[in-house]
């Protein structure tokens, strides 16, 4: 579709054909605006179904999306959204698939990123697919069992960082400035991608009452809210599911500020659950108003509660699935949300 992109924080506009995912004017936060009101399908087959509620491209339509919503035991009110069963095992490629073909549209050769471990992989991956080289930066602390799969789907180049996340994000915009890479990651198109997940569970499921995602840098959970957003706008769905974030209690920038009521700030990561280990979620102001706007809330879950899940997933389903993977099904138990309503817990990833 036919749009522009609105810095978030200067107003600044820009047109389609502006290479970049950050504001030139004030390094802020663009978001993806179109033209025409937004009407997404609630019968899509594929993936590339959604394609015209997408920034308009050159996509080419790899197989992804379309992951099945599987009913938990017990009496229905909880399904799980399987999105290991992506091709780089985590929900991360319905955004890859996007970015990337921006990438390519605009003539880059070579993207950059940082990521805790999956987002590379499957930026790694697509950018095989789109004939563009990848470098990525990663923090000493990931998991470094990610860097194989990374390895072994694309020839993304792996920079370490002696530090978090947060600096990681540093560098690679950095190097993005100084080598003329396209910009990937967690900005304005990711996001659009990532609303196609909250666009096939409302067509999956028709009385939700909590939809629960896990929250790194909140590019997902805010995708899902524009989703939803925009889902609602069209009529085609007559009210919001809760938003109900989970991060670890060991990284809980954004369940502190929802308790204090207060602007997200940094907190330094300690947490086994690699993947949502990112002290400052770049879209976190989102999140907060995705709370707000739907009734939902933050909640943190620990280590030891993140083990016990993903062994019982395991155990229960035999389904695998990584520690930031199950944190929306440990959310779940803890929150005691089966007393509420009807949910839909995230399985995001399965890089173990
Ligand atoms: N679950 C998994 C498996 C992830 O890899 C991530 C994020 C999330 C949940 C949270 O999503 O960041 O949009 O809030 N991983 C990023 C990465 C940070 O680099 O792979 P988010």
């Known amino acids: 579709m036919d749009y522009y992109l609105k810095c978030n924080r200067c107003n600044e506009k820009y047109g389609s054909s502006y290479a970049g995912q950050i504001c030139g004017s004030c390094s802020g936060l663009l978001e993806v605006q179109y033209k025409k009101k937004v009407r997404p399908s609630l019968d899509a087959e594929s993936f590339w179904d959604y394609e015209d509620q997408l920034p308009k491209s050159q996509y080419r339509h790899y197989l992804l999306g379309m992951t099945p919503l599987a009913r938990a035991h017990g009496d229905g009110s909880l399904l799980m959204k399987m999105e290991t069963l992506n091709p780089t095992h985590s929900f991360k490629d319905r955004g890859s698939a996007v970015e990337l073909a921006k990438a390519a549209e605009y003539g880059f050769d070579e993207v950059v990123c940082a990521s805790t471990g999956n987002m590379a992989y499957s930026i790694s991956y697509y950018s095989k697919l789109y004939g563009l080289r990848s470098q990525v930066f990663i923090s000493t602390n990931a998991n470094k069992d990610k860097i194989n799969d990374i ?41 659009e991608g990532q609303k196609t997940l909250a666009y096939e569970v409302m067509q999956q499921v028709h009385d939700l009452t909590h939809f629960i995602v896990p929250v790194g840098n909140a590019t997902l959970i805010s995708g899902v809210y524009k989703a939803l957003r925009e889902l609602k706008a069209a009529n085609k769905i007559r009210k919001m599911p809760k938003i109900i974030g ?82 929306s099904l440990a959310a779940y138990r803890k929150a005691g949300i089966k007393e509420s309503g009807r949910a839909v817990a995230v399985i995001s990833g399965a890089n173990v």
């Open 151 to 191: 390895k072994s789907v694309g020839d993304a180049q792996v920079h370490w960082v002696k530090g978090d996340f947060n600096k990681a994000l540093a560098q690679a915009e950095d190097y993005s400035r100084k080598h003329k890479a396209f910009l990937t990651g967690d900005y304005c198109y990711r996001k």
């Open 246 to 327: 989970v991060q670890a209690s060991g990284c809980m920038p954004l369940v502190r500020a929802f308790k204090l009521k207060k602007p997200v700030s940094y907190e330094r990561p300690h947490t086994k659950a690699d993947a949502i280990a990112v002290g400052l979620p770049t879209f976190g102001a989102q999140a907060m108003e995705a709370f707000k706007e739907t009734g939902g809330y933050a909640v943190a879950v620990s280590d030891r509660e993140l083990e016990d899940e993903k062994k019982r997933l395991y155990e229960n389903y035999g389904i695998v699935a990584e520690l930031g993977g199950v944190a």
